[in-house]
């Protein structure tokens, strides 16, 4: 339950309130790309509303009231925003990012189910992110109240991040193969359960290689070299019985099929939300607009929001089963919103359609460069002529967007084009090798 808002805060909240409507309405139109100056004009209101909340704050306290959710929204649909404009190594666009990772590694920590290289990536983004956030701070190009708001998310994640990482440190280097080898039977097996369909084959095999591995177990104990006892047995223990659990699990269920009817609603509803991120994760280059993903994460956080001390339960306040399938299911798509924002590439969707076009002419004459010529005039025009009708959309060099504005990621499709225009004449000057080649043989013939 949210604290009430203090009395000098409601003007903020009013104003706050009003930014977030006001971005919703920028998200949801389609018929026009999202402007900069609209995003930079929302941006400005809502840093200025940040910097009187601090003024009438103490920084000591922790607050959470509407004020501080209200704000959140904003925050997320403004980064989205960002991203959306191809403005990704600017703070702002951290925000969504840094948030989806906090979110994902929660789960994580949660289910006890990940090993060292499930975490090295995630270090390995939260070291970039710091670093754009960082030289933004320097150069002093967005507001400190922005930087400190960020080193806020920062520090979530990174105490996320020391608890995953000090709870595989206990671990015993005899045990680190079993435990990984636990993690990918357990991802294993929840995966199966929330296909649909009979997979006997696949689980029987499974249940085989769980056995033997408890097979190894001396009165519940793993044993190392000499029959010592490594340290860190809870942690694999824990994890076979989990196994063992979600497997009697599956066979009840007949494979899982069946949910239990009170929580079929929530089943569906994930079902949906992944069928769906993962066609965007396929198609994103043509249909992902950044903003959309707002709407993913809301209902995802709904649907978490409806767990009871991590279980889900039904109106009597039991625990039917099913439960590791919707678990499964929630964190898949938190790790498809994850995977589609860090994917994010720094384009805006102005040039987008410009980018993937010559994307596509590129892969093409690429395989017809491989192919080899000699080509005709006419083999090579429609080519000519996608280069010509992209070029021809340049002013003074750059591409030029609605109201006059230079769309950022201008320097990626350059490339592209260049690359193009590099593979065109090559496969060009194919032809007049061969014609060079055929003049020498016909004058030798004479």
Request: charged share 25%.
């Amino acid at each position: 339950m949210s604290a009430p808002v203090a009395q000098e805060e409601l003007p903020i909240l009013e104003a706050v309130i009003n930014i977030r409507n006001r971005l919703t309405a920028l998200k949801r139109d389609r018929a026009e790309f999202i402007k900069p100056s609209d995003v930079n004009a929302l941006y400005q209101a809502v840093v200025k509303q940040v910097t009187k909340l601090n003024d009438v704050r103490d920084d000591n306290t922790t607050y959470n009231n509407r004020v501080d959710t209200t704000l959140a929204d904003v925050f997320s649909l403004l980064s989205l925003c960002y991203l959306t404009l191809g403005r990704t190594k600017e703070c702002p666009a951290v925000y969504s990012q840094l948030a989806s990772m906090r979110q994902f590694l929660s789960h994580m920590e949660e289910s006890g189910v990940y090993n060292e290289s499930d975490l090295a990536p995630f270090q390995r983004r939260l070291s970039e992110l710091r670093h754009i956030v960082q030289q933004d701070a320097e150069s002093s190009k967005h507001p400190e109240a922005m930087t400190k708001l960020l080193e806020r998310q920062f520090n979530e994640c990174d105490v996320i991040m020391r608890s995953l990482q000090d709870s595989l440190s206990v671990l015993s280097v005899e045990l680190v193969p079993i435990h990984e080898r636990l993690v990918t039977i357990r991802r294993q097996l929840v995966a199966l359960a929330a296909k649909e369909g009979s997979h006997k084959a696949e689980i029987k095999s499974l249940a085989e290689e769980l056995r033997k591995i408890d097979s190894k177990r001396v009165d519940g104990k793993f044993l190392g070299p000499g029959g010592t006892m490594p340290a860190s047995q809870a942690l694999c223990t824990s994890l076979i019985e989990e196994c063992f659990d979600i497997l009697q699990q599956i066979k009840a269920q007949d494979e899982s099929k069946n949910v239990a009817s009170s929580l079929k609603p929530i089943h569906d509803r994930l079902n949906e939300l992944r069928a769906e991120l993962e066609n965007l994760v396929l198609t994103h280059r043509w249909s992902l607009r950044e903003t959309d993903l707002y709407n993913y994460s809301m209902s995802l956080q709904e649907i978490d929001k409806m767990r009871i001390d991590g279980k889900f339960v039904d109106t009597e306040g039991n625990r039917p089963p099913g439960q590791y399938v919707l678990l499964y299911l929630l964190r898949r798509c938190y790790g498809l919103i994850y995977r589609l924002l860090s994917s994010s590439e720094p384009v805006s969707e102005e040039l987008i359609p410009i980018a993937n076009k010559l994307s596509t002419v590129k892969k093409c004459l690429n395989e017809v460069y491989k192919f080899g010529g000699p080509f005709t005039p006419r083999d090579l025009y429609p080519y000519q002529l996608a280069l010509h009708q992209i070029d021809s959309m340049r002013k003074d060099g750059r591409f030029v967007g609605v109201g006059g504005n230079i769309p950022e990621g201008q320097g990626i499709v350059m490339a592209h084009l260049n690359e193009c225009h590099e593979l065109l004449e090559m496969s060009m000057g194919e032809n007049e090798d061969y014609d060079d080649e055929d003049e020498s043989e016909t004058g030798v013939a004479e």
